[in-house]
């Protein structure tokens, strides 16, 4: 397997293994401009957990941007809020994404369906 850099992983890539899934997260924040954000440890790991769900389902850093950007219906989301806690920021803004079935909850394919074709790479 090829290690890129953290700053040369590209945004289409799904991220399979814990070491592409850190490189993903870091350009992610990266992107947002959340690189100087001061997490305590439970903070850190609800992110992963967060960030983890939409990489099992083959979500990759371009679609996540995307999702944080705007909603299923094309409208912006909303900007982060004064204090709010990146976490929460980051719950309130993908929770447009889950699709309530009568098997719980599941991410919409609309972003990952829709990068499919503009050279998305799964692992």
Known sequence: MVRMEDKA????????????????????FQRMGWSQEKLIPSQRADIERQLDFWYDAEYC???LLTCLNQKPDKTL?????AGE?????????MKEWYSKDEEGSSPLWWCSAALSFSGVVRR
């Not at 399979?16 to 350009?27: F, K, S, V, W």
């Open 77 to 81: 989301q909303d900007p982060r809020e």
């Open 85 to 93: 806690l990146l976490p929460d920021y980051l719950r309130s803004r």
């Open 9 to 28: 992983w590209p945004v289409t890539v799904v991220p399979g293994d814990e070491h592409e899934r850190r490189q993903t997260t870091g350009l992610l």
């Open 61 to 63: 850093a371009r679609a």
